[in-house]
Each structure stands twice: as structure tokens, then as C-alpha cells.
């Protein structure tokens, strides 16, 4: 009977000790939706601005034209091709992909919408994050899914409209991985 009041004893002191240690162990701090969009958003505002890549339409041309972007330099004899120059305001706001001046506009045929050339802004900005979902435990890290939004907020008007047209990937779902760092959450990579 002795020896299993001693067992006993011993097991609850086991018991003591481990939940001792336990308490002892600090846990995790708590990662909101809230403070991961926050690190997200630190981290986009800290790493350099970017330009912004913006596909050009049909309806997109015309409404460069109407901006003075840039303006038809000429027409060609099956009356849909044409060539259109960057103005000087256009040149403050854009560049082509291949370093020109020229927009060399050539749909395939005159009801041809899916024609397309590609511009890049010369104003840069930060990507913005948005609309966090649920907070994701993953062996010690924590993953956050959100929207990425392109900013277009140091863009004129009518090159913001134009962003807006069909083509233009404005929106991105995007996955953040946070780890602790000296007990503090931080941005450890977003996919």
C-alpha cells in the first residue's frame, strides 16, 4: 500500500511539475486579420514603388486619343491600322514596352476587339491589401489569404479609366506566411 501512495505522490508531483513548465512556456501572441493586413501593408509601403503595366484597347485608344496621349500620326490603306505618337503629356505619364514613341496599332480586321498594346506608367505606387480572410495556424507560422490591389491613386483620370478597360488584372488574391521574430509576428513571404 505504501509503494502506491509513494507511486501516487510521485505522479501527481510529475503532474505539478509539468504543468509548472507548461505555464511557464509562453504561447504564441494572437495574429488578427486586422494586424495582418497591417504588416502586409507595412511591407508594400516599405519596398520600392513600382510602375504599372496597363494593356491598351480599342475602346482604351480612343480614350487616350481624347486625353492627348497620344495622337494619330497615320492611317493605313485598309483603314484600321495606324500609327499613334505619344504626345508630350503622355510622354510625362507613359512608355511603350519596346522604348519607342509609336503605338503601331494592327487588329486583325476592322471588328478586331481583342487587339491589344501594352504600356507601362512612368508614376509609380504601392500595391494596397485588402479584405483578409481567415488567420491559418501551419507549424508555427501563420498564413493570411487577402486581395491585392493594384493603386492607382497618382494616376490622371482618364489613364485611370483607361486601367479600368477589359484586359487589366487590377486584383489579385494573394497568400501572406508570417513567423515570429523576436515575439512579434512579421511578414515572412507573400505568394
Not at 493570411?144 to 491613386?153: M, R
Request: proline content about 5%.
Amino acid at each position: 500500500m505504501k509503494s502506491g501512495l509513494k507511486l501516487q505522490a510521485l505522479g501527481a508531483m510529475v503532474l505539478f511539475c509539468a504543468g509548472g513548465w507548461l505555464a511557464g512556456c509562453k504561447s504564441a501572441p494572437e495574429l488578427t486579420k486586422a494586424q495582418a493586413l497591417t504588416l502586409i501593408q507595412a511591407k508594400y509601403d516599405q519596398s520600392p514603388a513600382a510602375p504599372i503595366d496597363i494593356i491598351v484597347d480599342d475602346r482604351g485608344m480612343q480614350q487616350g486619343v481624347n486625353a492627348k496621349y497620344w495622337l494619330g500620326a497615320k492611317r493605313y490603306p485598309n483603314g484600321y491600322w495606324g500609327d499613334f505618337a505619344i504626345t508630350p503629356e503622355g510622354k510625362k505619364l507613359i512608355k511603350l514596352a519596346n522604348g519607342g514613341d509609336v503605338i503601331q496599332w494592327r487588329p486583325d480586321s476592322p471588328v478586331d476587339k481583342r487587339f491589344t498594346v501594352a504600356i507601362t506608367t512612368l508614376s509609380t505606387g504601392h500595391l494596397k491589401a485588402r479584405d483578409a480572410g481567415d488567420v491559418q495556424s501551419s507549424s508555427g507560422s501563420r498564413t493570411v489569404s487577402f486581395t491585392e490591389d493594384v493603386n492607382l491613386d497618382g494616376l490622371p483620370g482618364p489613364l485611370q479609366a483607361i486601367a479600368h478597360n477589359p484586359g487589366n488584372k487590377l486584383s489579385t488574391r494573394r497568400l501572406a506566411t508570417f513567423t515570429l521574430n523576436g515575439g512579434a509576428w512579421t511578414v515572412q513571404s507573400v505568394e
